[in-house]
């Protein structure tokens, strides 16, 4: 059942596409380019073509559900009390520089393609996590009015957000003031932001972190999650 907008009293905003189509027929041939030999490299390291890509339920506009799909970075990787590793312990040189450069997200355009999100504009939270902030933040789910993009403005002003209520209100300001300033030429700057920022190796934050610090973020995570979902590192990348 879609969730998010039912109770706000709001509707999704018309939108064109002319800008999603145009970026679709210029970056087809060298998003293959790239995507192609990173999908050879997965099916070598993971040994499936189940688990070339990473794949997870997201809310939309509207608030309906769609699957977004990623290319996986992450091995299936236990100690010897069969505690889940790291995701730095988890993860080779190649995920660590598709995470760094959101190449990673390369499988979006297929979402995009198929109408479930644009190149830009708010990023899709995970249905647990957008539901965690709509009890949380006072319309929320008003970021909901437009299509979720690949990239956006608060994606390359604030990059992941760890899952605390300052960093989800900082974030629903950055989409506000994108819905209501969106134009063609800002979501051209937007376009160039986004390639200064995978050029400089922005994406993956947690490689940053201490064990300390990294456990004081999983300690905020809400108790609605369970101790399971709040130990996944897909719940943790919340972008």
Same mark, same amino acid.
């Given at each position: 059942?879609?969730? &998010?907008?039912?109770?706000? $009293?709001?509707?999704?905003?018309? =939108? ?17 380019? @790239? ?24 809310? +939309?506009? $509207? ?14 990787? %236990?100690? *010897? ?5 790291? #995701?730095?312990?988890?993860?080779? =040189?190649?995920?660590?520089?598709? !995470? ?14 198929? &109408? ?12 647990? %996590? ?6 949380? @933040?006072? +319309?929320?789910?008003? !970021?909901?009015? %437009?299509?979720? $993009?690949?990239?956006?403005? *608060?994606?390359?002003?604030? +990059? ?6 300052? &960093? ?8 506000? #003031? ?11 700057? @937007?376009?160039?932001?986004?390639? @200064? ?5 922005? $994406? ?10 990294? *456990? ?13 979902? *709040?130990? #996944?590192?897909?719940?943790? !990348?919340?972008?």
């Amino acid at each position: 059942m879609p969730v &998010g907008l039912s109770t706000t $009293g709001l509707s999704p905003v018309p =939108q064109s596409r002319f800008l999603d189509r145009i970026l679709l027929l210029t970056c087809v041939l060298p998003a293959l380019a @790239i995507a192609f030999p990173v999908a050879m490299a997965n099916l070598l390291r993971f040994r499936s073509l189940r688990k070339v890509f990473f794949k997870q339920e997201r809310v +939309g506009r $509207g608030g309906r559900f769609f699957v977004l799909w990623k290319f996986r970075t992450l091995a299936d990787k %236990i100690d *010897a009390q069969g505690n889940q590793l790291t #995701d730095q312990e988890r993860t080779n =040189q190649l995920g660590r520089f598709l !995470r760094n450069t959101h190449l990673d997200e390369l499988p979006q355009m297929f979402n995009v393609l198929c &109408g479930d999100m644009g190149f830009i504009g708010p990023r899709p939270e995970m249905v647990s %996590i957008h539901l965690w902030a709509c009890r949380r @933040i006072p +319309g929320f789910a008003s !970021r909901l009015v %437009i299509r979720p $993009g690949i990239t956006g403005l *608060a994606q390359v002003t604030q +990059g992941y957000t760890c899952q605390e209520v300052e &960093g989800y209100e900082r974030k629903l300001d950055l989409d506000h #003031d994108y819905i209501l300033s969106r134009s063609l030429l800002f979501d051209l700057r @937007i376009l160039a932001m986004t390639g @200064i920022w995978m050029l400089r190796g922005k $994406g993956w934050r947690w490689k940053e972190q201490s064990m300390a610090s990294k *456990a004081a973020v999983l300690r905020a995570l809400p108790t609605e999650l369970g101790p399971t979902t *709040a130990l #996944d590192p897909s719940e943790r !990348r919340a972008a």
